[in-house]
């Protein structure tokens, strides 16, 4: 039998007294789509520090804890609903910077969008569409605007019409498809595959399982197609293949996860601009 596929819905706001977490919990309470788990992950209780690591997040050299724990979070997940306010014609910083940490955790899932605000937040959700179009997310069609005036009652509690409650359930039958259908091509892959790249002669190398004395090749044959001008070839090749190793070797000496070329190419660029920088 299938396991239900599991739904993180995200708040996107953590002020004092935001309306954030009471859409979070109508969306898990008002919806019935068999085979959904919702699980509200509150942002305000994650408590993610802004972004700062020292690697780009598409090399998954994650180094501080916080950011580890996010992604082990993250990972568990077959999709997501992003509920946003709407902040100066876009969404919030909070939000922003937990989808920013991150980057393979994030893809090959399906994502839905609640916005809220006077107008409906749906600036917001437009700005959410391209960054997690970005992030390698399907977004689903269908969303759903909720109206400060009209969905809310005087206390900040969430009381939306019927026509948003139909909204939310086509939005999240919409996700619970995608979803499913996802979920499948990601077990059909390489565990840690990554997709988006059409670079044929590339691809299927690195989307193998691959040993650690292996990675010095792959490196080297990213370097000769994406090296900086002006900065040491050979320089590249050890920095970058100790990056690699470091994430594709667990402690026990087994391979834990495989790059894409997407993410090689990204620790090759990050590792030659740090040296070129004099960091």
């Excluded at 009652?153 to 259908?181: F, I, K, N, T, Y």
Aim: glycine content about 10%.
């Amino acid at each position: 039998m299938t396991s239900d596929l599991r739904i993180a819905i995200l708040t996107g706001s953590t002020r004092p007294n935001g309306r954030s977490r009471a859409v979070a919990e109508w969306v898990a309470s008002a919806a019935h789509i068999d085979g959904l788990d919702l699980v509200v992950v509150d942002l305000d209780e994650v408590d993610l520090p802004m972004l700062a690591e020292p690697s780009p997040a598409a090399c998954g050299d994650y180094t501080l804890s916080h950011t580890r724990e996010w992604a082990a979070l993250i990972d568990g997940f077959d999709g997501y609903v992003l509920v946003s306010p709407e902040y100066n014609h876009s969404t919030t910083a909070p939000l922003k910077n937990a989808l920013d940490h991150l980057y393979g955790e994030w893809q090959d899932k399906a994502v839905g969008f609640v916005g809220y605000g006077v107008d409906g937040g749906i600036r917001a959700v437009e700005h959410l569409r391209a960054i997690t179009a970005e992030l390698g997310m399907a977004g689903v069609g269908p969303q759903v605007a909720l109206y400060l005036f009209e969905d809310f009652d005087g206390q900040g509690g969430c009381v939306p019409r019927q026509r948003q409650s139909d909204a939310l359930e086509r939005m999240l039958g919409h996700l619970a498809r995608w979803a499913g259908a996802l979920r499948q091509l990601r077990d059909s892959l390489p565990r840690g595959a990554a997709t988006g790249t059409d670079d044929a002669a590339v691809r299927p190398r690195l989307h193998q399982s691959t040993r650690a004395d292996e990675a010095d090749a792959v490196v080297e044959h990213l370097v000769l197609k994406q090296a900086i001008p002006g900065v040491d070839r050979d320089f590249q090749v050890r920095d970058a293949s100790r990056r690699l190793r470091r994430r594709i070797v667990g402690a026990d000496g087994r391979t834990e996860s495989q790059f894409g070329h997407r993410s090689v190419c990204c620790c090759v660029l990050g590792s030659s601009r740090a040296c070129s920088r004099g960091r």
